[in-house]
């Protein structure tokens, strides 16, 4: 079993920057997905269990950077130069087995999502 609890999303204009954290109970491979209203939640980043390893969505690439603490057991999601399109609830999610995919069918745990809304 894996517990997860992100914080940090909030209000911030366009070409703003947040910082997400997810605090985890257990080092596994992680990621973010977001889910905006109307939408599919889809796959924003990952990170192995190692650290080592990362992936981006395009739509994130060179924007966002995905990062964790396993000293304080916690997964970061570092955004800059946001957009109206990033608004979405963001959710951390993390997985026992590694399977390669991006999806979220390939994540076994879930947080409880957090809030993030970028104005024009």
């Known amino acids: 079993q894996v517990h997860l609890v992100e914080s940090g999303g909030g209000l911030v204009q366009t070409g703003g920057s947040l910082r997400l954290s997810c605090a985890t109970s257990?080092?596994?491979?992680m990621g973010w997905f977001r889910q905006a209203p109307g939408k599919e939640r889809e796959f924003v980043a990952a990170?192995?269990?190692?650290?080592?390893?990362?992936d981006y969505a395009d739509s994130v690439k060179g924007r966002f950077t995905i990062s964790r603490d396993d000293a304080k057991n916690i997964l970061y999601l570092q955004m800059d130069s946001l957009k109206p399109d990033d608004t979405a609830v963001y959710y951390c999610a993390a997985r026992i087995t590694y399977s390669g995919g991006i999806a979220p069918g390939d994540y076994d745990y879930w947080g409880q999502g957090t809030q993030v809304t970028v104005s024009s």
């Open positions: 257990r080092r596994t491979d």
């Open positions: 990170i192995s269990w190692s650290g080592i390893n990362t």
